[in-house]
């Protein structure tokens, strides 16, 4: 395998880990997934709706 270095544009990493017990496993892992995917949801608009607020600065329009 041969590797590079690529310079790339900054971006935002985000994660979520929870320690569970194995006898509680069926119970709160699908807690945990609801938890991220809804945190990844509310990350996901406020990025559309920032992306959108640049672009109306840039070009002066409101949306």
């Known amino acids: 395998m041969e ?3 690529v310079n790339k544009a ?3 990493v985000i994660g979520s ?3 569970i017990k194995g006898v509680d496993g ?4 699908p807690k945990f997934w ?3 995917n809804k945190m990844k949801s509310d990350c996901a608009q ?3 709706s920032r992306a959108k607020n640049e672009v109306s600065l ?6």
């Open 10 to 12: 900054a971006f935002t």
């Open 3 to 5: 590797c590079k270095i």
């Open 58 to 63: 840039d070009l002066g329009i409101k949306y």
């Open 17 to 19: 880990a929870k320690i």
């Open 26 to 29: 069926f119970k709160e892992c």
């Open 34 to 36: 609801d938890e991220h």
């Open 46 to 48: 406020t990025a559309e």
